[in-house]
């Protein structure tokens, strides 16, 4: 029995379709599978930069830049930065405290020099002046540039004085005393020359240094303001910069204050020997042993 020719037209329809089907199944993955790699691969890609495109076409074994050997900016936050951005008041103060602290320094190393001087002289004192049986042996015996020397003329100077007529008015023991107590007085009051520095900048420097550190707050927020950038970045150099001040100002005070304390308490000392030195020059005046 024959086929009929639109049957046979069917069949060939529906070959030619599975034929194409299969076609299609076996070449779509493929070519979705290449577009991805290149889409891929030109998102890991960087993109060569105009510079660098001509680099690498002149000199195709130029080695890449290492950015570790790059050298960077200076330190942002350091004093050179504080100092470079600070304004006419921030760097007065600065000035400020760095005379403070100069003045401190000079202070409390002439002083403790003097005031070994002073306890050296003493010792002199006693080695020298004790042995002696009368008070114009002992001034003889003491170096001319001792400063206990000098209590000691005064007490013969009030004896002489006192020898012109003041017999009558006062006596010799009150006359002396309060020659003696003159000369020591004198002595107090040249070692406590610089002690009143060391106290102002002791009371003050703290507070000069706050003053810069408020001052510096208020002008960093100032510019972030102007920037319009509040991020943590842009507000921790500012003010870890103004609270230098504050660190500085503290580092002034301390030694001030640690130096008066201990000048004090050694003048204390060193009044005290003068004051037994006078003691036993009066003595030797009120027994008669003075010539």
């Known amino acids: 029995m024959k086929t009929p020719a639109i049957f046979v037209t069917l069949k060939s329809a529906t070959a030619a379709m599975v034929?194409?089907?299969g076609v299609a199944y076996v070449t779509l993955p493929a070519v979705a599978r290449a577009d991805a790699e290149s889409t891929v691969a030109?998102?890991?890609t960087p993109a060569a930069t105009p510079a660098t495109a001509d680099v690498a076409a002149t000199d195709p074994l130029a080695a890449p830049v290492d950015a570790a050997a790059v050298p960077g900016p200076a330190n942002?936050?350091?004093l050179e930065a504080l100092w470079a951005q600070g304004d006419s008041v921030a760097k007065g103060t600065l000035m400020i405290l760095g005379f403070?602290?100069?003045g401190t320094w000079y202070f409390l190393i002439t002083k403790l020099i003097e005031q070994r001087r002073q306890f050296s002289q003493f010792n002199?004192?006693?080695k020298l002046f004790v042995p002696t049986e009368t008070l114009r042996d002992g001034i003889a015996a003491l170096p001319r540039n001792n400063t206990y020397r000098g209590i000691a003329e005064g007490g013969e100077e009030a004896v002489v004085q006192f020898s012109?007529?003041?017999?009558?008015?006062?006596t010799l023991s009150d006359w002396t005393m309060a020659a003696l107590h003159r000369a020591v007085e004198n002595l107090t009051a040249k070692l406590q020359g610089g002690l009143a520095f060391l106290a102002t900048v002791g009371s003050?420097?703290?507070?000069?240094?706050?003053f810069g550190t408020v001052w510096g707050i208020y002008h960093a927020l100032v510019a972030i303001g102007v920037s319009g950038q509040a991020s943590i970045d842009k507000v921790a150099g500012p003010v870890g910069e103004s609270l230098i001040m504050t660190a500085i100002g503290l580092a002034v005070a301390v030694p001030a204050v640690l130096g008066y304390n201990l000048l004090t308490r050694r003048n204390k000392a060193i009044a005290g020997c003068a004051r037994r030195f006078a003691t036993e020059v009066q003595l030797r005046i009120l027994t008669g042993k003075i010539a």
Not at 164 to 170: A, I, N, Q, W
Not at 204 to 210: D, E, K, Q, R, S
């Open 19 to 21: 034929l194409a089907l």
């Open 42 to 44: 030109a998102a890991t």
């Open 76 to 78: 942002p936050y350091g």
């Open 100 to 102: 403070m602290s100069m």
């Open 124 to 126: 002199r004192v006693i």
């Open 164 to 170: 012109k007529g003041l017999s009558s008015e006062v």
């Open 204 to 210: 003050t420097a703290p507070f000069v240094g706050l």
